[in-house]
């Protein structure tokens, strides 16, 4: 067997230990004579799998009582729309566009009512994140969202906006659990799992329960709404079970670390590591504000698209996997989520330093 350090920005990477335990009892969980993939939602092994699931959620991320955690599909695509048809009451909201994922769950509130653009970094390719202590906040707005790491371009806000009162929505998908997080500051986190926790299929929605409503948008269909999931246990339906089961092993795997502030001490240490390299370097270079630097993906470019595609190839060769930039962006990316080890980012820096070298800087 042979594992490469794998830099995608997801699905990504996962916890050796977690992938292992799974294969372990991929054929017979727990005595039960069958795999978690075969199981029935209702069975008591796997209410056990979901219950386990949440309770570490929350003992992780300090979740308030009132506050629901939900495991839902649809990817973190989904609740772009879920969002608005839910939440948006008065029919407006505010969104602050740092880049694609942002942009787009914009667009997606336009179908269900007015949401405005408050702030943007599109002036200068998303490179940064705007200053959002005083924005324009419509008095009407429902909510004000953020996409609070942005994977594609790398920047993350280490500061959130002074939403005026208004409710905080945030898209975590690419810094979920990388990270403390002060739950009572947002209405709604939601994640996509294949970033930080676990595999594809399976979105993770916190929610303040006085939003969970029965008067949403009209038209809003049983599977969109907060309060049929809420009102289930996340059970309304076939939920993702496997990926829920991962996503509970990937929590334990957390509080075995240490939890959060042990994963961010560890996170900003292994960012250090590439960011210095880049700071120092007369080849690569950082594509980021440093103030506003995300600890979870790390773009960069040489400057010449040839040798951008070069250094992406002998990476590949020798071990170092999906460090080829976003479509819309070009150049490299790599993803150091928190089961990117420690010497998977120095490996990475002492290849680049010697294909630094080789080519004559
Ligand atoms: C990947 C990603 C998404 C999209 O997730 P899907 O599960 O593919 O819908 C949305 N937001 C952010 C921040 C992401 O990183």
Request: charged share 25%.
């Amino acid at each position: 067997m042979s594992r490469v350090y794998n830099f995608s920005a997801g699905p990504a990477t996962l916890p050796e230990e977690v992938l292992q335990e799974a294969a372990q009892e991929m054929l017979d969980y727990k005595g039960t004579g069958m795999s978690v993939m075969e199981m029935s939602h209702r069975s008591k092994a796997f209410q056990s799998i979901i219950d386990t699931a949440e309770a570490d959620l929350r003992d992780l991320l300090g979740i308030p009582e009132n506050y629901k955690v939900l495991f839902l599909q649809g990817g973190a695509s989904q609740q772009f729309a879920m969002v608005p048809m839910n939440l948006m009451k008065h029919k407006v909201a505010d969104y602050i566009v740092t880049g694609q994922w942002a942009k787009k769950a914009f667009s997606e509130a336009k179908l269900y009512g007015t949401a405005n653009a408050v702030a943007s970094s599109a002036d200068k390719t998303f490179s940064y994140i705007p200053d959002c202590s005083d924005l324009p906040i419509d008095e009407d707005a429902d909510y004000v969202y953020i996409c609070e790491n942005n994977t594609i371009y790398g920047t993350k806000f280490w500061k959130l906006p002074n939403t005026k009162g208004k409710i905080l929505v945030a898209d975590q998908s690419s810094c979920f659990l990388s990270e403390p997080v002060d739950v009572t500051k947002y209405g709604l986190i939601f994640a996509g799992a294949q970033k930080n926790v676990g595999p594809a299929g399976t979105v993770i929605v916190i929610i303040r329960e006085d939003l969970i409503r029965e008067d949403v948008l009209e038209g809003t269909p049983t599977m969109l709404r907060y309060k049929t999931h809420a009102d289930a246990g996340s059970l309304y339906n076939t939920p993702p079970t496997y990926g829920i089961y991962i996503c509970g092993k990937v929590f334990q795997w957390l509080k075995r670390r240490g939890g959060l502030a042990a994963m961010k001490e560890y996170n900003e240490k292994k960012a250090k590591i590439l960011y210095d390299f880049l700071d120092q370097s007369k080849l690569f270079k950082g594509t980021v504000v440093k103030e506003d630097r995300s600890l979870m993906n790390v773009p960069f470019v040489t400057g010449n698209e040839e040798l951008d595609a070069q250094f992406v190839k002998e990476a590949k060769e020798a071990g170092f996997e999906n460090l080829k930039g976003h479509r819309t962006v070009g150049g490299m990316r790599a993803s150091i989520y928190n089961a990117m080890p420690m010497e998977g980012v120095e490996k990475l820096v002492a290849f680049m330093d010697a294909f630094e070298k080789k080519n004559g800087k």
